[in-house]
């Protein structure tokens, strides 16, 4: 059996992030919650997941500048899929022009985004 992914889920939203996070275990990956931005940054210092699930709308550190700090800083090529009730072209385009590989509008369906994971996991 091969080794669980791990994945990062940052949504500020807890009943979003609680049916996304209980649907991707269900979908067998090992998820690490984050509620903010800031959060998303501590646990980037000592850990790298295989993708990152991110809100664009967060307190701290939005989903716009995760994708920034991820390819600038860290100078990482981890895949990024944005979800985002912002869905207006100047997120999107931000989002895909800083280096996220998917863009998901809200409502999100928890399965659609589990199909989408797995998408990009097959890139690699």
């Not at 984050?34 to 307190?59: F, H, Q």
């Amino acid at each position: 059996m091969m080794a669980k992914k791990n994945l990062l889920l940052a949504e500020d939203d807890e009943l979003l992030a609680s049916l996304l996070d209980y649907r991707l275990q269900k979908g067998g990956y090992n998820v690490h919650l984050a509620n903010d931005g800031r959060e998303v940054k501590e646990y980037l210092k000592t850990a790298t997941p295989d993708i990152i699930v991110s809100d664009i709308m967060m307190p701290y550190f939005s989903g716009i500048e995760l994708i920034d700090y991820v390819r600038n800083e860290l100078n990482s090529k981890i895949p990024i899929i944005i979800i985002s009730s912002a869905g207006n072209e100047e997120n999107v385009l931000s989002a895909f022009e800083l280096g996220a590989n998917d863009f998901i509008s809200k409502p999100v369906s928890p399965s659609e985004l589990l199909v989408r994971v797995r998408r990009e996991l097959i890139k690699q």
